[in-house]
């Protein structure tokens, strides 16, 4: 059974950081790519949008305009573990996040529960 576990949401000033981590269990990373999406609250999960995404294969990834050069993904194979550093963090980047085993929402067949992010003063 394959699961994928978020954590690291919370409360941020703007400007702030935070670090989410999705863990992944019963695959490894090698297998599935890992996208990152997120949701704003009171909208319908077929808005959820892919932010980033890690391939795989190589690592190589992906960033949606609205987050490039703030967010950066990565990943632990050791601990099966799939990073999103999130940087400069703005109040449009409110919303819960979801780790999930793919880059395509609707291909993906695996997601994590969500962590919720906040980003307020």
């Known amino acids: 059974q394959v699961q994928l576990v978020e954590s690291g949401g919370g409360l941020v000033q703007p400007g702030g950081s935070l670090r989410l981590s999705c863990v992944v269990s019963?695959?490894?990373?090698?297998?599935?790519?890992i996208g990152w999406f997120r949701q704003v609250p009171g909208t319908e999960r077929k808005e959820r949008e892919v932010?980033?995404?890690?391939?795989?294969?190589?690592?190589?990834?992906y960033y949606a305009d609205s987050v490039k050069g703030r967010f950066t993904t990565s990943r632990d194979d050791a601990k099966n573990t799939v990073y999103l550093q999130m940087n400069s963090l703005k109040a449009e980047d409110t919303a819960n996040y979801y780790c999930?085993?793919?880059?395509?929402?609707?291909?993906?067949?695996?997601w994590g529960q969500g962590t919720q992010v906040t980003v307020s003063s």
């Open positions: 932010i980033s995404c890690i391939s795989s294969s190589d690592g190589v990834t």
């Open positions: 019963g695959a490894s990373l090698d297998y599935y790519a």
């Open positions: 999930a085993s793919s880059c395509l929402r609707g291909s993906a067949e695996y």
